[in-house]
T-cell receptor, first 116, second 110 residues
Framework: GNSVTQMEGPVTLSEEAFLTINCTYT??????LFWYVQYPGEGLQLLLK?????DKGSNKGFEATYRKETTSFHLEKGSVQVSDSAVYFC???????????????FGKGTLLTVNP | DGGITQSPKYLFRKEGQNVTLSCEQN?????MYWYRQDPGQGLRLIYY???????QKGDIAEGYSVSREKKESFPLTVTSAQKNPTAFYLC?????????FGSGTRLTVV
C-alpha cells in the first residue's frame, strides 16, 4: 500500500535559518505529491504540490521537487520566519476516484518551531 | 466566501454516548472526507463520500458512521462502539485539484 515517511520532529530553528524537512514515499503508479501546513488549532492548508517527476512546487518561499529516482519530496525554505512555526505534512495520492476526486495518504507530520 | 464549516469546535462526550460532528461546505465539491488526527499519528481516513447517498469506509471506520443526504453536508457520528474517541477530527472536501479542510472539532471523552 501507499505510505509516506517524514523526518521526525520537532525541528527548532532560529529566524533566517535554512529549513529542510525530508519526505520519502512508497506508492504504486505515479502519485501526486503534496505539502500541507497546519497552524495551531486549525485545519490543514495546501502549501504546494507536484504532479509528475521533476516538477517543482513552490509557494511562500517554500519549495519541493518531485524526485522519482529517490522517491522523495523534501521541503525546503531558504530563510524561515517566526510565522512559519507550524506542523508540516507530506502527502501523496494515486487514487483517483472518478475525475478530480482522490484519497490522500499523509505522513505523521513534523513540528517546526522558529525562534526570533 | 466559500469554505468548510465544522461544528462544534470543542465537544465533550460521556462514556457510552453517541455524538455527531457537523461538516458543511459551500464549495460545490462532490467528494467529502473525515480524518482523525492523533498526536504523532498523522491523519487517518475514517470515511469518504464521492456523491450524495453514497459513502465508503476508510482505514479506521470501526465505531463511526456517516450519512450524505445532501451535497453540502457530511456529518460524522462517533458511536459508543469507538473505544478511544478522544482526538481531533478534520473534515475535508475535494474539487478541482486539491483538498479544502475545515478547522476541526476536538472531541474529548469525560
Amino acid at each position: 500500500g501507499n505510505s509516506v515517511t517524514q523526518m521526525e520532529g520537532p525541528v527548532t530553528l532560529s529566524e533566517e535559518a535554512f529549513l529542510t524537512i525530508n519526505c520519502t514515499y512508497t506508492a504504486t503508479g505515479y502519485p501526486s505529491l503534496f505539502w500541507y501546513v497546519q497552524y495551531p488549532g486549525e485545519g490543514l492548508q495546501l502549501l504546494l504540490k507536484a504532479t509528475k517527476a521533476d516538477d517543482k512546487g513552490s509557494n511562500k518561499g517554500f519549495e519541493a521537487t518531485y524526485r522519482k529516482e529517490t522517491t522523495s519530496f523534501h521541503l525546503e525554505k531558504g530563510s524561515v520566519q517566526v510565522s512559519d512555526s507550524a506542523v508540516y505534512f507530506c502527502a501523496l495520492s494515486d487514487d483517483f476516484i472518478g475525475g478530480s476526486n482522490y484519497k490522500l495518504t499523509f505522513g505523521k507530520g513534523t513540528l517546526l518551531t522558529v525562534n526570533p | 466566501d466559500g469554505g468548510i464549516t465544522q461544528s462544534p469546535k470543542y465537544l465533550f462526550r460521556k462514556e457510552g454516548q453517541n455524538v455527531t460532528l457537523s461538516c458543511e461546505q459551500n464549495l460545490n465539491h462532490d467528494a467529502m472526507y473525515w480524518y482523525r488526527q492523533d498526536p504523532g499519528q498523522g491523519l487517518r481516513l475514517i470515511y469518504y463520500s464521492q456523491i450524495v447517498n453514497d459513502f465508503q469506509k476508510g482505514d479506521i471506520a470501526e465505531g463511526y458512521s456517516v450519512s450524505r443526504e445532501k451535497k453540502e453536508s457530511f456529518p460524522l457520528t462517533v458511536t459508543s462502539a469507538q473505544k478511544n474517541p478522544t482526538a481531533f477530527y478534520l473534515c475535508a472536501s475535494a474539487g478541482g485539484y486539491g483538498y479544502t479542510f475545515g478547522s476541526g472539532t476536538r472531541l474529548t471523552v469525560v
